[in-house]
């Protein structure tokens, strides 16, 4: 069972376009919905996060919008540039107890940015 | 400086051969985690340790054993190797805390390949 739904699977985005991809979750008990950035024949890393308490949250040209009523947030990139192209993954957070949390990753969306 | 660092990058084995991946951390952080990303890029929890405490164990064969002799390393041997062992195993950190307080940084990952 897919506790995290991601979508589009690819996009495809000219240079200077806005990307946004998608994600819902069910589970009530998650706390915190970081974005994660992988880059090829690297490890993911962390773009931007939201708690659940926020609607928004902006970083540069990185902007999250949490819904919690629909479970759903979204990650969105203004002026998209080639430099983006990678896969982006959501994620769930939920305490796992004992100082670890355990983050559950939706399926990842491939971004290309086309010049 | 490398925060999370794993060894081999690269690991070709035969089936039925045993390995280990090596996983060193140094951001003091006190928890690590191995998590496994297959074929169509999807990431998924195996193992999380706290101060060397098992704290998840999600359902993983019992041919993969953590191995954790203190709070910077953490090493994923696994036996009697199967191709669908086949992917890259990618170790991680965080401080002990809720999730939103402690990112989970990645090291580069293993790309395991068992013919």
């Known amino acids: 069972q897919q506790q995290v739904k991601q979508s589009p699977q690819s996009l495809i985005v000219q240079k200077g376009g806005i990307s946004i991809i998608n994600c819902a979750y069910e589970n009530t008990a998650f706390d915190y919905f970081p974005w994660y950035q992988q880059f090829p024949g690297k490890g993911p890393a962390l773009l931007i996060a939201i708690r659940p308490d926020v609607s928004e949250k902006k970083e540069g040209r990185f902007t999250i919008s949490f819904n919690k009523s629909a479970k759903q947030f979204s990650l969105h990139i203004m002026d998209s540039q080639p430099g983006d192209s990678a896969t982006y993954f959501c994620?769930?957070?939920?305490?796992?107890?004992?100082?670890?949390?355990?983050?559950?990753f939706g399926k990842g969306t491939k971004l290309s940015v086309i010049p | 400086d490398t925060a999370v660092s794993q060894t081999p990058k690269y690991l070709v084995t035969q089936m039925g051969n045993d390995k280990s991946i090596k996983c060193e951390q140094n951001l003091g952080h006190d928890t690590m985690y191995w998590y496994k990303q297959d074929s169509k890029k999807f990431l998924k929890i195996m193992f999380s340790?706290?101060?060397?405490?098992?704290?998840i164990n999600e359902t993983v064969p019992n041919r993969f054993s953590p191995k954790s002799p203190d709070k910077a390393h953490l090493n994923l041997h696994i036996n009697s190797l199967e191709l669908g062992d086949s992917a890259v195993y990618f170790c991680a950190s965080s401080q002990s805390s809720r999730g939103y307080n402690s990112p989970l940084h990645f090291g580069n990952g293993t790309r395991l390949t068992v013919t």
């Open positions: 994620a769930a957070s939920i305490d796992s107890g004992a100082g670890s949390y355990q983050l559950t």
């Open positions: 340790y706290n101060n060397k405490e098992l704290i």
